[in-house]
């Protein structure tokens, strides 16, 4: 059972018998009376982000989530399949709840999958993923020095700005939080 002070970011607890995780905290200390604490949290099954204020007095269930090591086998558009790399047990996921992870995901990818009461709920990717531009504008020899971007295709649909330099068949490493090019790989 957590306290209120347990809920830190990055914290997992139950509320309404859903798996959520802290994104923001703040403690407000009140006078003569106790603290509350605002935090914004993420339903890890629907993706939502709600506002939350509780009391000093509020207690937390943690939420058991389970991680497993799973191989990105493909997709049929709506659902994205994996298969355990231990067990070889597939699970499928709906294309909501990976959350813009599928613009990273390509056949054969090591992923990590969480669970919660034995359903398999999101996916935890690398901070950078490797894919290829698949179709870009040609740049000038004379522009690579130049700040000047251009968009790029990738191998998954994800089009990003890159340098005038790159060229279609490059692989490039891509930030997978901000979905922005590092680097040629």
Excluded: C, H
Excluded at 10 to 21: A, D, I, S, T, V
Excluded at 24 to 33: C, D, E, H, L, P
Excluded at 34 to 40: D, E, F, L, R, V
Excluded at 166 to 182: A, F, P, S, W
């Amino acid at each position: 059972m957590y306290n209120w002070n347990d809920l830190k970011v990055g914290k997992r607890f139950l509320m309404n018998w859903e798996p959520f995780q802290v994104v923001s905290y703040a403690q407000k200390v009140m006078g003569r009376g106790g603290s509350i604490i605002n935090i914004k949290a993420k339903n890890l099954i629907t993706g939502a982000n709600i506002p939350k204020t509780f009391s000093d007095n509020d207690r937390f269930e943690p939420a058991d989530i389970r991680s497993s090591n799973y191989d990105y086998l493909y997709n049929d558009g709506e659902n994205y399949y994996f298969m355990d790399t231990t067990s070889y047990e597939q699970v499928s996921l709906a294309k909501k709840a990976l959350d813009g992870a599928e613009l990273f995901l390509i056949d054969g990818d090591k992923v990590t999958l969480q669970e919660f009461n034995g359903s398999p709920i999101n996916i935890t990717l690398e901070s950078t993923a490797i894919l290829e531009v698949t179709d870009t504008p040609p740049g000038e020899k004379w522009d690579t020095a130049t700040g000047w971007k251009k968009p790029a295709t990738l191998i998954t649909w994800l089009i990003i700005q890159v340098p005038l330099f790159i060229n279609i068949g490059d692989k490039l490493i891509v930030d997978t939080k901000t979905k922005e090019y590092r680097s040629r790989a």
